[in-house]
């Protein structure tokens, strides 16, 4: 250490570059050596060409069996399509549905990627819930825009192979999922024709014709689910995809058990390695059908060339690495950087233009890198910088091999700068070095928010305008790094970004580009009578200190707000501005979003900021639009407080706030004739039942209250963890997973004068337009009579369902089951799910 002082003080440094004494003696949180056989997998993938290509529907659809054979076991270029996001799907930790479950289960794949060693792809579909047939599905999404998404994908992958997780024959399955493999079977005939998508081939694509492309044996009735059924056993390939991983140890099974429990959101968290139980536990082979393509008989790969023989001068590069993986030296990884840098010097000099080789080029240079032991730690002080904003980069590198390494420069693309200004020779006398400097974020930098939320899509597709991250899981870097080393006369370039120096060691966070303060409706949804005026409150939150600002809000024709503007100034980070607008809403029924612009100098932002903090995930900051929906309606409601146990999540009980009640949150231990005492009915939450172990023991007193006039209302349970029924005051009902997917199914009404369609609002078929994603969901098969059906629906097609509301009296009151999707239409503002939510609260009153 005292060796490198001198060093630190005879350096002659630019203005813009402070070398700090204190960062090299402590650079921070360098992570442990490199693993010998962690490196030794990666150069057996680098030598490895052969890819693979699986394509499903959503978020833990894919078989992360066969990904980590794929990657693990045969060290294959292996990457999962999944056409969605996940965005239309339950949510069992929290109440983030839509576009905030779709980044979720976004980042919830790629931590199950990092596991079991694939990559991550995307389309711009919007996964709308559940569809019973692929028809309806890809009339909702763009056909058209979906198949360019996966053909891009294809271009750009160039796989050998696909694979399809489900049959494209409709079974009894989703309509997304028939979907992705119909989809997926025509771009595989496409990708190979300059003809199609030629927009393509102009921005820098070149065709790219797979071999051949299966269904798995879950797609065609072979595996765990079945979807279809086959008599080609002519057309079929097994592979035997057993084996342990030589990195971890552990079995594929257990592997990819651990990759597939990553799927939190939807209740796959469980898994224990060792205890079995992993997904496909039991099965040690992988049925394949073909779909396309040329025939295979023994493997999915036959005849395909999986080595560098097939890239024109790569036979030598090849044979080199073969050598050095018969000859790898683990006890000492430098003594393998001789031969590395020979290959490296030999793919140097392959044409440019094939993606798969300029992976292969990057993966070589991180095998070096790790060889020579060198690591890079970018920090910043904190994640949030606003446009504009000064930020000290720390940029930290370490090496524990002696062999002489020139640390040339720190490069910063985005902004298009280079710190050259100090050269630092590595080895066993400086093993550490540190570059500090002031870089500006440029004030044109956009507020982060995922790629494809920043502009409006519609119910079917996300609108994104940069086609060069179509296909991408996450944005690219606000502000990457690349550290450059010079090697026995070669360039390493090492990529990197900034993470927070207050980053928990195994959650980083990188750079979120946050405005200088951020808006926040106090409420999301704001009920109006026809021709009224109430104020619509909204915070102003500061992040940044001093800030003046003027805030504005905007409603379309018929609306009126008033004053036009409030102008103010935020001292310190811990006040806010509270402020209040007065909203007149037209003299007739009418759903408005009311939007919010803050001025801040000559900027203008409208941000929100939402916090989502998992501990399997990283940290998200989302900041949308804020945005609140102004609802003018006619409705009534009777009775003033209203109990609700919290389910697995949702925002009824903020709608009920705003539809006038009282709303008393009833935890565990509440649910007793004391606490019910007073309240005119209780709501309870989607799957509380599944959530909630209290509610089992509650039901004598729940009951009691509903014989002494109170209302329960019980949204939607699952067929789950064994839970086949369930029983109210004694009344039993039978689970199911009925279901009417469409949205503007027609409402037949069964029993037209139950109070429930008539007081104290009357309902009519107008009050069902306007509903989204689906009428509802987990209707029940069977129930007791006591029980009366309001309504009847169905999808086209299908006999009527009959129980998607039923109504029991019990005494005085009345218990009340629904499947109707009132989670997600009151929150969407709808007039009519929040007339008939008011009635079922009033039953009685």
């Avoid at 502000?479 to 370039?493: A, H, I, K, R």
Wanted: proline content about 7%; overall charge negative; charged content about 20%.
């Amino acid at each position: 250490m005292r060796n490198l002082l001198p060093l630190i003080l005879s350096t002659r440094l630019s203005p813009s570059l402070v070398v700090c004494a204190a960062l090299l003696l402590a650079p921070r949180a360098f992570a442990a050596d490199p693993n010998p056989a962690a490196v030794l997998q990666e150069l057996k993938s680098f030598d490895s060409m052969g890819s693979v290509l699986l394509i499903a529907a959503h978020p833990d659809d894919e078989d992360t069996q066969l990904l980590t054979y794929l990657a693990h076991g045969r060290n294959y270029r292996a990457a999962y399509l999944s056409v969605t996001r996940g965005d239309g799907g339950q949510n069992v930790l929290g109440d983030q549905f839509g576009p905030e479950l779709g980044v979720i289960r976004t980042h919830e794949l790629l931590s199950a990627r990092q596991l079991d060693g694939a990559r991550q792809f995307f389309t711009r579909a919007i996964d709308f819930g559940f569809s019973k047939d692929y028809r309806q599905t890809l009339s909702v999404w763009d056909e058209q825009g979906v198949l360019s998404d996966i053909v891009r994908v294809i271009r750009e992958f160039r796989p050998d192979v696909m694979v399809t997780r489900f049959s494209t024959i409709p079974g009894n399955t989703h309509g997304h999922h028939t979907a992705s493999a119909v989809l997926g079977l025509h771009a595989f005939s496409l990708a190979g024709d300059p003809n199609q998508f030629p927009e393509q081939l102009k921005e820098g694509l070149t065709v790219w014709q797979p071999k051949r492309i299966f269904t798995t044996g879950f797609g065609i009735g072979m595996g765990r689910g079945g979807g279809g059924a086959t008599t080609q056993n002519d057309s079929l390939v097994r592979v035997d995809r057993s084996g342990t991983d030589p990195v971890s140890g552990l079995t594929f099974d257990d592997l990819s058990g651990l990759s597939h429990s990553m799927h939190k959101t939807q209740g796959f968290g469980t898994f224990t390695p060792g205890r079995g139980g992993g997904r496909g536990a039991g099965q040690r082979s992988e049925t394949l059908q073909l779909q396309a393509g040329d025939p295979a008989s023994k493997d999915l790969m036959d005849g395909i060339d999986t080595s560098w023989n097939r890239v024109q001068g790569g036979a030598q590069i090849g044979k080199l690495a073969d050598d050095l993986i018969a000859n790898f030296n683990a006890t000492d990884l430098s003594t393998n950087v001789k031969t590395l840098l020979a290959i490296k010097a030999l793919v140097a000099k392959l044409p440019a233009g094939n993606p798969i080789v300029e992976e292969k080029r990057a993966l070589l240079d991180k095998i070096i890198v790790e060889c020579l032991g060198i690591q890079v730690v970018t920090t910043i002080r904190n994640a949030e910088v606003v446009p504009g904003e000064k930020m000290e980069v720390r940029a930290s590198v370490k090496m524990s091999s002696t062999m002489p390494v020139n640390f040339l420069a720190v490069r910063y693309p985005s902004i298009g700068r280079d710190l050259r200004d100090v050269a630092i020779r590595l080895g066993s006398i400086e093993p550490t070095a540190a570059k500090i400097s002031s870089e500006t974020l440029p004030a044109n930098t956009p507020i982060s928010q995922p790629y494809w939320l920043r502009e409006q899509g519609t119910r079917g597709m996300f609108r994104v305008d940069d086609v060069s991250l179509i296909g991408r899981p996450l944005n690219p870097p606000v502000f990457p790094v690349e550290y450059l080393f010079d090697v026995g006369g070669q360039t390493l370039v090492v990529p990197d970004e900034p993470v927070a120096e207050n980053s928990p060691a195994n959650r980083p966070r990188t750079i979120d580009v946050i405005p200088p303060v951020s808006l926040k409706f106090l409420s999301d949804v704001a009920l109006f009578a026809p021709g009224s005026k109430h104020s619509i409150a909204i915070d102003v939150i500061p992040n940044r200190a001093n800030v003046a600002c003027t805030l504005r809000l905007a409603a379309p024709s018929g609306w009126t707000i008033s004053p036009a503007e409030q102008t103010f100034t935020i001292a310190t980070l811990t006040d806010r501005a509270h402020l209040t607008f007065d909203v007149t809403a037209p003299s007739k029924p009418d759903v408005a979003n009311i939007t919010a612009d803050v001025q801040v100098g000559d900027a203008h932002f409208d941000n929100a900021r939402i916090e989502i903090d998992y501990p399997h995930i990283p940290f998200i900051l989302l900041q949308p639009k804020a945005i609140a929906k102004a609802v003018s309606l006619d409705l009534s409601i009777r009775g003033k407080t209203v109990g609700y146990i919290t389910g697995a999540g949702d925002s009824v009980d903020a709608a009920l706030a705003q539809m006038g009640y009282t709303v008393v949150t009833l935890k565990p231990g509440d649910i007793t004739p004391d606490k019910l005492s007073g309240l005119d009915a209780v709501v309870v939450g989607v799957r509380a039942f599944a959530v909630r172990k209290d509610l089992a023991a509650a039901m004598p007193a729940l009951t009691s209250f509903v014989q002494a006039g109170g209302n329960v209302i019980v949204q939607y349970e699952r067929n789950e963890q064994g839970q086949n029924s369930i029983s109210l005051g004694g009344y039993s009902l039978q689970l199911s997973a009925n279901r009417v997917t469409d949205p503007n199914a027609t409402m037949t009404f069964l029993a037209p004068d139950h109070p429930a369609v008539n007081v104290p609002n009357k309902i009519t078929p107008d009050d069902f337009t306007g509903w989204v994603q689906e009428r509802g969901t987990y209707f029940p098969s069977q129930w007791d009579d006591h029980f009366v059906p309001i309504f009847a629906c169905n999808d086209t097609g299908e006999a009527p369902l009959k129980s998607s509301l039923l109504i029991a009296q019990d005494g005085k009151g009345y218990f009340v089951y629904t499947g109707l999707g009132f989670f997600r239409q009151l929150p969407a503002g709808n007039p009519g799910a929040y007339r008939l939510f008011a009635n079922l609260v009033s039953l009685g009153k």
